[in-house]
């Protein structure tokens, strides 16, 4: 009778439900091992659904049976907890468990426990409806007729997540009394299954209303109501403004909300890509059941927070809480994001001790529940296609939270997005060409509806390794020579010392640097940066179809040696399918002439191609750096010579392409990039010294090519040296100028790269070479450069282009500078 009634139940479950399976990526459930299933209770309904996924998945079936030394048994399941609302116990320990802990060692040892968590609906009930209590998932253990309501409502929004294995030999080996490898083993079981449901739902939030008033009676807050009170403010009327303040902040999530864009997203989704790639998912599942986790992505597009939380959403994990500026808290816009998981934040603190109060506070509060949080660490989306230098804000308020103390400590995510054709990209071209940047409007959402009927090829979501910030702390406190991080923690967050600001600011800076230094560790070579790489490198944006070809074999050769086990990814597509697929998204034209086709941009398009081209050039930053000082020579370079260059000028290319290599591993990576720019045909190798392959073979226009992709990188830097080589500049003086020479430069010499003359690269260089010690400030505010500075304007002339540099040199003079 009881196999009658599993069979009904499976085949009407089987009719009915459409399960997800997350989870399980680093483990084989397919290969016959020893893997028992452990479920949180006794369900039927679980049951038959993993019986539904293994069947569908070809993973070992619960129903096999599984060899013990004594007989075998029926089934490879088994729940921790009798009841739905039991207690562990060792009265109430499954007699299956039992006895795998008294197998022999041997047995044991080919024994793999994996927990499985079944969702019945995803996303906490909301407070005050009725019905989303009764078809949503939540820390209540879930009862039968509220799984009977899930089944008819929530039947294709159901999840089997697949835990992380536990070998039955680390927590109950031969060496272990019995009972206390029973208790061991039950006790993990419990903690894994917990994470799996603390993964996927969110930790248990108070009510919302519960949360706004902790924040607004927080300490901090209150010590600043105090001291407006003290100064002559009403109490009340601050105790009402902070909770507007608070309310105004603050997200109110709806799975209701979030499952119905979710749908309207895959719509959106399968209508304008063909595809979303996702890497590195696998990283998220061991750190979030330690950590807090933190989703730093690069900011490309507005899609970014959506593509994230929907992908995220599928996979199993919870919707993290995202930081949103209130730009986008527009009428009805701000409700939908809010719901969604967005709170908001205004661009600026400054002025408003009490916003600032308020927000800091309820960002701990957030950190504190264990909830995962997204922020982009640039702040605004790049108009340029590079990654930005990080924001200080968001960043020191988290190092902050880290040091006050949480129950768990926070991590970071970094996030790449690769964009074939972004949505944006008409208003992105009209603000490189000069027009003012538009604000954000729910009126948007109607005027691009006609996006549906575009394709805008493929997307990619790159994550990769969780950054540690309890570890990282340690790494950078060991680095530093300070006592310890707990100490340092309590000296910089008493604010009444500025070296103690001093070191809380260098931390901040080190971790930012550190953070978009991964983000572009995780970076995708798609079909439209490759062709955008070697396309805008040429002097009319235009090549032969041929030369495209073979130039583009060259750089996927080229990356692919570079970064064999790196995060760095480059598409192996032919190089016909390349061309062709970039033609499809309207990228690339094609010109038909009688010596061959000709493939290139317009004007305008090419402006926008710097976009994508900027997105990934520092993946080829070095081999390119190399290039630019071979490629030009008519005498051999010696090894070292060239090492001793490419050292003194890489890590200032490094800096603004948010890029590096670490010290200790530079030597390492440079004779890589050497041997296998050798191993192509890009350099020809004289005894010990370097030269290029000689004019008009082909390789010697691919090293050209390559040479070109930092060379107006270079040829900025060159402004800034010549200009410091002329005395009298205070620091505005010097990046107010270098910005008018590079502005003249671009506008008579054809340079079509808004970011030729951004004025942020400048100050960054500027500033760089004072940090290195390489120019000195006087007490007047002169800036006196290094005398090793004349070396590096001697090398130029191996380096920039002779037409610039006599560009550089005659506007310098006429501008009187």
């Given at each position: 009778m009881k196999g009658f009634i599993y069979r009904l139940n499976r085949l009407l479950l089987k009719l009915i439900v459409h399960p997800t399976v997350t989870g399980g990526d680093n483990f084989a459930l397919n290969e016959g091992k020893q893997v028992v299933y452990v479920l949180h209770h006794r369900s039927v309904t679980d049951l038959v659904m993993l019986d539904l996924v293994c069947t569908e998945h070809g993973f070992t079936s619960p129903f096999?049976?599984?060899?013990?030394?004594?007989?075998?048994?029926?089934?490879?399941?088994?729940?921790l907890l009798r009841s739905a609302g039991g207690r562990i116990t060792m009265n109430t320990h499954s007699s299956r468990l039992l006895r795998l802990i008294d197998q022999p060692a041997e047995l044991k040892h080919d024994i793999t426990l994996v927990p499985i968590t079944v969702f019945w609906g995803r996303g906490m009930s909301e407070q005050g409806s009725l019905f989303s209590t009764l078809t949503s998932e939540d820390w209540a253990v879930t009862g039968r007729f509220k799984r009977l309501i899930n089944l008819l409502i929530n039947r294709r929004n159901?999840?089997?997540?697949?835990?992380?294995?536990?070998?039955?030999?680390?927590?109950?080996?031969?060496?272990?009394?019995?009972?206390?490898?029973?208790?061991?083993?039950?006790?993990?079981?419990?903690?894994?299954?917990?994470?799996?449901?603390?993964?996927?739902?969110?930790?248990?939030?108070?009510?919302?209303?519960?949360?706004?008033?902790?924040?607004?009676?927080?300490?901090?807050?209150?010590?600043?109501?105090?001291?407006?009170?003290?100064?002559?403010?009403?109490?009340?009327?601050?105790?009402?403004?902070?909770?507007?303040?608070?309310?105004?902040?603050?997200?109110?999530?709806?799975?209701?909300?979030?499952?119905?864009?979710?749908?309207?997203?895959?719509?959106f989704w399968n209508r304008i890509y063909d595809g979303i790639e996702t890497r590195g998912i696998h990283h998220l599942e061991a750190v979030s059941a330690t950590h807090t986790l933190i989703y730093v992505p690069s900011h490309r597009s507005h899609l970014d927070y959506l593509l994230l939380s929907y992908l995220l959403y599928y996979e199993g994990f919870m919707i993290p809480h995202i930081a949103a500026g209130d730009n986008l808290n527009q009428p009805v816009l701000g409700s939908i994001l809010r719901r969604g998981g967005a709170f908001f934040m205004r661009r600026s603190f400054r002025g408003d001790p009490l916003y600032t109060a308020v927000f800091n506070e309820y960002l701990y509060q957030v950190y504190r529940r264990g909830h995962s949080v997204e922020f982009f660490p640039e702040g605004g989306r790049t108009r340029s296609g590079r990654t930005m230098p990080a924001k200080f804000g968001l960043l020191k308020m988290t190092l902050e939270h880290q040091l006050r103390g949480l129950p768990k400590p926070l991590a970071f995510v970094p996030v790449y997005f690769s964009y074939e054709k972004v949505v944006e990209g008409s208003s992105y071209l009209s603000e490189l060409r000069g027009a003012t940047k538009k604000g954000e409007s729910f009126g948007d959402v109607f005027r691009n509806i006609k996006l549906i009927r575009q394709n805008f090829g493929r997307v990619g979501v790159n994550l990769g390794p969780p950054i540690k910030l309890d570890q990282w702390l340690q790494e950078v406190s060991s680095t530093t020579g300070s006592s310890g991080v707990a100490h340092e923690a309590s000296s910089v967050l008493t604010p009444t010392s500025t070296d103690q600001d001093d070191v809380l600011d260098n931390w901040v800076s080190r971790l930012g640097t550190t953070i978009m230094q991964q983000i572009n560790n995780q970076a995708t070579v798609n079909p439209v940066n490759l062709v955008a790489l070697i396309t805008l490198a040429t002097s009319n944006s235009a090549i032969e179809e041929v030369r495209l070809r073979d130039q583009i074999v060259c750089y996927q050769t080229l990356l692919?040696?570079?970064?064999?086990?790196?995060?760095?990814?480059?598409?192996?597509?032919?190089?016909?399918?390349?061309?062709?697929?970039?033609?499809?998204?309207?990228?690339?034209?094609?010109?038909?002439?009688?010596?061959?086709?000709?493939?290139?941009?317009?004007?305008?398009?090419?402006?926008?191609?710097?976009?994508?081209?900027?997105?990934?050039v520092h993946t080829l930053a070095l081999p390119s750096l190399i290039a630019c000082l071979t490629v030009k020579r008519r005498r051999p370079i010696?090894?070292?010579?060239?090492?001793?260059?490419?050292?003194?000028?890489?890590?200032?290319?490094?800096?603004?392409?948010?890029?590096?290599?670490?010290?200790?591993?530079?030597?390492?990576?440079?004779?890589?990039?050497?041997?296998?720019?050798?191993?192509?045909?890009?350099?020809?190798?004289?005894?010990?010294?370097?030269?290029?392959?000689?004019?008009?073979?082909?390789?010697?226009?691919?090293?050209?090519?390559?040479?070109?992709?930092?060379?107006?990188?270079?040829?900025?830097?060159?402004?800034?040296?010549?200009?410091?080589?002329?005395?009298?500049?205070?620091?505005?003086?010097?990046?107010?100028?270098?910005?008018?020479?590079?502005?003249?430069?671009?506008?008579?010499?054809?340079?079509?790269?808004?970011?030729?003359?951004?004025?942020?690269?400048?100050?960054?260089?500027?500033?760089?070479?004072?940090?290195?010690?390489?120019?000195?400030?006087?007490?007047?505010?002169?800036?006196?450069?290094?005398?090793?500075?004349?070396?590096?304007?001697?090398?130029?002339?191996?380096v920039i282009d002779p037409q610039v540099r006599y560009g550089v040199l005659s506007v310098s003079s006429e501008s009187g500078h």
């Open positions: 096999l049976p599984l060899d013990l030394a004594e007989a075998p048994e029926r089934l490879r399941v088994f729940p159901i999840v089997v997540h697949i835990g992380r294995p536990i070998s039955l030999t680390d927590v109950a080996g031969k060496d272990i009394e019995r009972n206390i490898a029973i208790r061991r083993t039950a006790r993990l079981l419990r903690v894994r299954l917990r994470q799996q449901k603390v993964t996927a739902l969110g930790p248990d939030f108070s009510h919302r209303r519960t949360l706004l008033n902790q924040v607004v009676q927080s300490r901090s807050v209150r010590q600043v109501i105090d001291s407006k009170v003290a100064a002559g403010g009403k109490q009340k009327k601050l105790e009402r403004q902070a909770l507007r303040h608070a309310r105004t902040i603050a997200s109110d999530m709806s799975h209701t909300t979030i499952r119905v864009l979710s749908r309207i997203l895959r719509w692919q040696k570079l970064y064999p086990d790196s995060g760095i990814r480059v598409c192996d597509d032919p190089p016909h399918q390349v061309i062709s697929h970039v033609e499809n998204l309207g990228l690339l034209n094609r010109y038909q002439e009688k010596f061959g086709d000709v493939l290139g941009h317009e004007p305008f398009a090419a402006v926008l191609m710097t976009w994508y081209r900027n997105n990934v010696s090894y070292d010579n060239l090492q001793r260059i490419v050292g003194m000028i890489y890590p200032y290319l490094a800096e603004e392409l948010s890029w590096e290599i670490p010290n200790d591993k530079f030597n390492q990576k440079f004779d890589d990039c050497i041997a296998t720019m050798h191993s192509l045909g890009l350099l020809n190798r004289k005894d010990n010294s370097f030269v290029p392959p000689p004019p008009g073979e082909g390789r010697h226009m691919e090293l050209s090519l390559l040479a070109n992709l930092v060379s107006q990188t270079l040829e900025r830097m060159f402004i800034v040296i010549h200009l410091l080589g002329r005395s009298g500049f205070t620091l505005q003086g010097l990046q107010t100028s270098s910005q008018i020479v590079a502005q003249k430069i671009s506008r008579l010499y054809g340079i079509n790269a808004p970011e030729f003359f951004d004025r942020r690269l400048f100050d960054q260089f500027i500033h760089k070479l004072i940090t290195n010690g390489v120019v000195n400030t006087l007490a007047d505010g002169i800036l006196v450069p290094d005398p090793g500075l004349d070396q590096v304007l001697r090398a130029a002339e191996f």
